[in-house]
Structure formats: structure tokens, C-alpha cells
């Protein structure tokens, strides 16, 4: 993943090129086929992931009634960053929707990063708070 590509993603798009260069270096690409799982539930949340192309579906599953869509997710958005700021298990599934290119990057490199830069810790955790208090709107 490129400065140019991260700068798309709305977590990222508020900062300037040598934070993106920073970010771009740590991301890996990660390949998944539709219906493939990139994560379950209750597994421990240590990336966060964002789709460079394809559709995410984030879902739980119902006990007696099967798996509830919360969210489609497409291109551009991003998801599991609630991993990079507490210890809790993943609150849900996320499944390829359709298949999908994710840039991914690791609790450990991001909090490394942040630890360094703490402008860029500034924005990118407010930016976080912007995405959690519009995704509980949405829930209301």
C-alpha cells in the first residue's frame, strides 16, 4: 500500500505525506476468496485491517438462528480498530463479502509508531473516536 492509496482511507486522510509514508511502510497485503474469514469472534484483535478493493460483511452469530449481517463494508472503509486500542476478544465476524485485497497493519507496529510520533498519534486516535461515535449513531 502506497502514501497515495492511504491517504483515500478516512482514518488517514487528514495527514501529511511523511505520517502516510510511515503507515504505508508498516501495511502487508492480505488475499481473501468470498466467504473466507479474516477473523471470528472472540479471537484476540491485534490488526486492523482496511479494504483496498472488495466487500467485507461483519456479522454475528445467533444462536438458533444463524449468522446477522451488521455491516457491508466497502472499499475504502476500515475495520478491527477497536483491536489496536483495548485487549478485549473481537466483538464479531468478518468475512470476505466478495473477494477482497485488505492492507493490514499490527497493534504492535502501530503502537510502535504512535509511541514515536505523537502528532500522528493525535489525529489518527481522534479519527478513531470520529469512526466509534458515527458507528453508535448508526446502532441508535
Wanted: proline share 2%; net charge negative; with cysteine.
Amino acid at each position: 500500500m502506497g502514501p497515495n492509496d492511504i491517504k483515500q482511507i478516512a482514518l488517514f486522510n487528514n495527514l501529511d505525506d511523511k505520517h502516510l509514508a510511515l503507515i504505508a511502510d508498516l501495511s502487508a497485503d492480505e488475499r481473501f476468496r468470498t466467504g473466507q474469514v479474516v477473523f471470528k469472534e472472540g479471537s484476540q484483535g491485534d490488526r486492523l485491517y482496511v479494504i483496498a478493493s472488495g466487500r467485507i460483511r461483519i456479522s454475528k452469530s445467533i444462536p438458533g438462528i444463524g449468522e446477522e449481517a451488521l455491516a457491508i463494508l466497502n472499499t475504502g472503509e476500515y475495520f478491527g480498530e477497536m483491536g489496536l486500542i483495548d485487549e478485549f476478544p473481537r466483538s464479531a465476524d468478518a468475512i470476505a463479502h466478495s473477494d477482497c485485497i485488505l492492507y493490514s497493519v499490527s497493534k504492535e507496529d502501530m503502537e510502535g509508531l504512535l509511541f514515536v510520533n505523537r502528532d500522528l498519534a493525535y489525529e489518527i486516535l481522534w479519527n478513531f473516536v470520529r469512526t466509534i461515535s458515527a458507528r453508535l449513531r448508526e446502532t441508535n
